[in-house]
């Protein structure tokens, strides 16, 4: 099994600080929060887009037009995706590919590092 966990995470509908796990064949189980540590899983700086392996023909298109465009968060490419895709439900055991997108290095608010002190900051 493998967990992937990311900052932000498109599979049907935008997460923020999700994981998406996976079976040894690389099938579908389940999105779930990423609210503590969770053993095995690797994290990815950025953008996850999670496929059905039915639809990933559409990625070629997409990418073709969002690659020229500007986006100020991830956020706005979550939005942007959700409009060029079509909407879809993830079964569990469906065959799925996870691409990783990052497009600009992420600002520290956009990470969500803030505490409230003064003296935070990110390494």
């Not at 060029?84 to 997108?101: F, T």
Request: with cysteine; glycine share 10%; proline share 4%.
């Amino acid at each position: 099994m493998a967990r992937l966990a990311s900052h932000y995470l498109f599979n049907g509908s935008f997460r923020r600080l999700s994981y998406v796990e996976l079976d040894a064949e690389g099938n579908y189980l389940g999105t779930f929060p990423l609210d503590e540590e969770r053993a095995c899983t690797s994290f990815y700086n950025g953008f996850l887009l999670v496929l059905p392996v039915g639809l990933s023909f559409l990625w070629e298109h997409v990418w073709a037009q969002i690659k020229g465009e500007s986006f100020d968060s991830y956020p706005a490419l979550g939005e942007r995706l959700g409009h060029l895709l079509p909407a879809w439900e993830l079964l569990g055991g469906e065959s799925v590919r996870v691409l990783h997108l990052t497009l600009h290095p992420f600002a520290a608010s956009e990470l969500g590092t803030y505490n409230g002190r003064r003296d935070g900051h990110v390494e």
